[in-house]
């Protein structure tokens, strides 16, 4: 596989292949443009780097260790290891991103950031960071999220965020998107948008995916002082697909490893039962970038669905679409069932409680574990489980 071929950056226009671009309005493309410049500057600055890294390591607890499954690795045959992102503070890899917004908002002079979330993990992260950097923060959040996620919508308000309940379609993820978008526009000349996956129009996904490449690059030098070896086979869920560029990025050009983006098959393959964005999207524009989209046939955005809430986004970042097209990285699914058993096998084999979403990378894992037992395979554990933990014991047998 051609190495530059693979781990690309955007062009001019933002598109990786076909997908991502900018769809917005020209004032808020104008604003994006600086976002952009800024952005370049700062990652060039030594001042800036020096000090996201001290936040790391100092605030958020990097680098987070890669932890080798030896009972899971017993049971299922291959060499299970974790890289251990839940142990994150905020529980999350979240904070990476988040983090470097901020610093980003600030360095721009910005005093707000405005942010969406659905599970509410990503408004816990930004609302984090806003807290440890002196900034107001708006989130945006349906009003069926606000009631599902009360432990979140608390922390945020512990931490000194502004929620908005949006009130307006499914009262979910996307229209919470929306209603962001709309606050920003009126608001750019003094807030930030903080966008929480590797999704949104140019120049937000390559700066996700800047931030979030911290995991793959710690986990490849963590790995290979491990096992003297790079992994076989490297597993992470996609939601937005944060995670798992961060994850994907360190290995991307090492063109004998295989990549596996997992994503949510709910409760089925019908329409409105998942939020498999690659497996059974179709090319389209959401929230002003083109990705594969889950739709109807008239082209009318589905409702996405995953017992995990923050996989169940109806779009994927552009990079991933990307990856798929050319082949690098195999994109495959696993049911709300499926997830719920790996949640309980990790808690009770390792004594770590995932989190939903990752859930879904460790049981693509145990699949892949009796397919090659002999095999190395490095699971990236985005999150734990805390958040889960009541919704699992009063929901699910
Ligand atoms: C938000 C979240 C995800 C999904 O987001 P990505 O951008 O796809 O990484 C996955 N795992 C956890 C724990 C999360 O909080």
């Not at 096998?345 to 693509?364: C, D, F, K, N, T």
């Not at 892949?368 to 395979?377: M, N, Q, S, V, W």
């Amino acid at each position: 596989m051609n190495e530059t071929k693979c781990n690309i950056k955007p062009d001019q226009l933002g598109y990786f292949g076909k997908f991502g671009g900018n769809y917005l309005p020209d004032v808020l493309k104008n604003e994006f443009k600086r976002i952009e410049e800024a952005f370049n500057e700062a990652i060039n600055d030594k001042k800036f780097t020096d000090e996201l890294d001290y936040l790391l390591k100092h605030y958020a607890g990097r680098p987070s260790p890669v932890s080798f499954a030896k009972n899971l690795s017993d049971k299922y045959g291959a060499q299970i290891y974790f890289k251990r992102e839940d142990l994150n503070h905020t529980g999350a890899h979240k904070i990476n991103h988040s983090l470097g917004e901020a610093l980003l908002a600030k360095r721009m002079g910005k005093t707000k950031l405005i942010a969406e979330t659905g599970a509410g993990q990503h408004g816990v992260a930004t609302a984090t960071a806003a807290a440890l950097m002196g900034l107001d923060c708006d989130i945006y959040m349906g009003a069926v999220d606000i009631i599902k996620e009360k432990p979140n919508v608390d922390r945020m308000r512990i931490l000194g965020a502004n929620i908005i309940s949006v009130e307006s379609g499914t009262k979910t993820l996307k229209e919470a998107v929306d209603e962001a978008f709309v606050a920003y526009s009126k608001e750019y000349e003094t807030a930030m948008y903080a966008i929480g996956s590797a999704v949104g129009p140019h120049p937000f996904p390559m700066i996700i995916e800047y931030f979030q490449s911290v995991i793959g690059r710690e986990a490849r030098a963590q790995f290979i002082e491990m096992a003297d070896v790079l992994p076989d086979h490297v597993v992470a869920c996609v939601g937005g697909g944060s995670n798992a560029i961060g994850m994907f990025s360190g290995f991307l050009d090492d063109e004998n490893v295989k990549l596996y983006g997992v994503e949510p098959l709910g409760k089925g393959v019908k329409l409105g039962e998942n939020a498999a964005s690659i497996t059974y999207g179709k090319e389209g524009i959401l929230h002003a970038f083109k990705c594969l989209l889950l739709q109807d046939e008239n082209g009318n955005v589905a409702n996405a669905y995953s017992v995990a809430s923050g996989l169940d986004y109806p779009g994927v970042g552009p990079k991933h679409c990307y990856l798929h097209e050319i082949g690098r990285v195999h994109y495959d699914v696993i049911t709300d069932r499926e997830a719920i058993d790996a949640f309980y096998e990790l808690s009770r084999q390792e004594g770590i409680i995932p989190a939903l979403e990752s859930s879904h990378a460790v049981a693509y894992a145990l699949k892949l574990a009796k397919e090659h037992p002999t095999e190395k395979i490095l699971v990236n554990l985005s999150g734990r489980g805390d958040k889960d933990i009541e919704f699992v014991l009063n929901n699910i047998k």
